[in-house]
T-cell receptor, first 113, second 112 residues
Framework: KAGVTQTPRYLIKTRGQQVTLSCSPISGHRSVSWYQQTPGQGLQFLFE???????NKGNFPGRFSGRQFSNSRSEMNVSTLELGDSALYLC????????????FGPGTRLTVL | TQLLEQSPQFLSIQEGENLTVYCNSS?????LQWYRQEPGEGPVLLVT?????EVKKLKRLTFQFGDARKDSSLHITAAQPGDTGLYLC????????????FGTGTRLTIIP
């Protein structure tokens, strides 16, 4: 079965702009979670969505938001981009939630200039 | 604050040697997952341990969950170049604010 897909794979933005990233989970998976990965901070949890509801949230500012659609596809939005937002953004899907195996997509590499 | 500390941060060894990677925390986790990530890809799950003291083996890899469910280790026997990658532990907690906390990572390089 098809894996988790993320679009776009690469993105370059400038400070102050906003960006929307997309994630399509594995068919049948209802949980989608988002992570930010940087060399300095490692992999950090942003939030998790389950059946269109945000179920868990990490310690990120309100500029980071997301949503999930009825087909379990999810989008993540970052507003007023800062240089420090440059990172690899990973999406993962699972059957039931964070206790279950997370299937990761290849990520979106965001560069903020 | 990084709740899960991994050591060593970097490890470069010869093919055929053994190694151990540690994942330590002061917090209790209900389960702990180990992932391996290769360049340009997302992490891939290796194993999940859920019971204190549990030991799981995956071919040449042995995973152990600490008795108090605060720490874990990954031991690789007779390392091969295909073992090269970034190893991440991740702890899940299901009391209250559930989230998945990833460790700081161990970058392993196996030299042929």
């Amino acid at each position: 079965k098809a894996g988790v897909t993320q679009t776009p794979r690469y993105l370059i933005k400038t400070r102050g702009q906003q960006v929307t990233l997309s994630c399509s989970p594995i068919s049948g998976h209802r949980s989608v979670s988002w992570y930010q990965q940087t060399p300095g901070q490692g992999l950090q949890f942003l939030f998790e969505y389950f059946s269109e509801t945000q179920r868990n949230k990490g310690n990120f500012p309100g500029r980071f938001s997301g949503r999930q659609f009825s087909n379990s596809r999810s989008e993540m939005n970052v507003s007023t981009l800062e240089l420090g937002d440059s990172a690899l953004y990973l999406c993962a899907s699972s059957i039931g939630g964070l206790q279950n195996e997370q299937f990761f997509g290849p990520g979106t590499r965001l560069t903020v200039l | 604050t990084q709740l899960l500390e991994q050591s060593p941060q970097f490890l470069s060894i010869q093919e055929g040697e053994n190694l151990t990677v540690y994942c330590n925390s002061s917090s209790v986790f209900s389960s702990l997952q180990w992932y391996r990530q290769e360049p340009g890809e997302g992490p891939v799950l290796l194993v999940t341990v859920v019971t204190g003291g549990e030991v799981k083996k995956l071919k040449r890899l042995t995973f152990q969950f600490g008795d108090a469910r605060k720490d874990s280790s990954l031991h690789i026997t007779a390392a091969q170049p295909g073992d090269t990658g970034l190893y991440l532990c991740a702890g899940a907690r299901d009391f209250g604010n559930e989230k998945l906390t990833f460790g700081t990572g161990t970058r392993l390089t196996i030299i042929p």
